[in-house]
């Protein structure tokens, strides 16, 4: 069984433009959810989709959201980037979300100038 | 709000010996799952172990054991048998367990970088 996808593995964008990440989960999966980790900050949660509704965000500001489709896949999008949005994008997947273990993929880095 | 404190940034063991990492939680959940999870140079976060809070039994995966002390809120990881393979950063993770619930927030310490060496 494939695991978690994550596209595109690096993106290097420009301060004020917009990005989307991709994430594809493992199949059978219906909860998907998005970390942020930076050197300074550690691991932080952006938010969980399931069923194509978002059930939980993370303190982050609006510039940052997501949105995941009917065959689970799910992407987030973070506009007007700032220098500090520069990290790794952690997507995970699991069967319901409470109770199942997270699958992570591989994450895509992005990088901020 | 939960918190997870790995108090030790960076450990090392030679191969074959065995090591523990340290991690402590704080909450006020009564129900709840605790992990651990490597992050190698990869990137990728692969789970190494899972513990239910209402099972007094420790979890075991093959070399990988945990020493859970609920009423302490310490879940210690034990690595035996060391091998190069298990160069990586561990995190120790805590999710709440909620009925009926569909939420699976995961609440990460800063991990530990763990190095094996010949």
């Known amino acids: 069984k494939a695991g978690v996808t994550q596209t595109p593995r690096y993106l290097i964008k420009t301060r004020g433009q917009q990005v989307t990440l991709s994430c594809s989960p493992i199949?059978?999966?219906?909860?998907v959810s998005w970390y942020q980790q930076t050197p300074g900050q550690g691991l932080q949660f952006l938010f969980e989709y399931f069923s194509e509704t978002q059930r939980n965000k993370g303190n982050f500001p609006g510039r940052f959201s997501g949105r995941q489709f009917s065959n689970s896949r799910s992407e987030m999008n973070v506009s007007t980037l700032e220098l500090g949005d520069s990290a790794l994008y952690l997507c995970?997947?699991?069967?319901?979300?409470?109770?199942?273990?997270?699958?992570f993929g591989n994450g895509t880095r992005l990088t901020v100038t | 709000a939960q918190t997870v404190t790995q108090s030790q940034p960076e450990m090392s063991v030679q191969e074959a010996e065995t090591v523990t990492l340290s991690c402590t939680y704080d909450?006020?959940?009564?129900?709840?799952?605790l992990f651990w999870y490597k992050q190698p140079p990869s990137r990728q976060m692969i789970l190494v172990i899972r513990q239910e809070a209402y099972k007094q039994q420790n979890a075991t995966e093959n070399r990988f054991s945990v020493n859970f002390q609920k009423a302490a809120k310490s879940f210690s990881l034990k690595i035996s048998d060391s091998q190069l393979g298990d160069t990586a950063m561990y995190f120790c993770a805590f999710m709440k367990h909620v009925r009926g619930s569909t939420l699976g927030r995961l609440y990460f310490g800063r991990g530990t970088q763990l190095t094996v060496w010949p």
């Open positions: 909450t006020s959940e009564s129900n709840y799952y």
């Open positions: 199949s059978g999966h219906r909860s």
């Open positions: 995970a997947s699991s069967l319901t979300g409470t109770n199942s273990p997270l699958h």
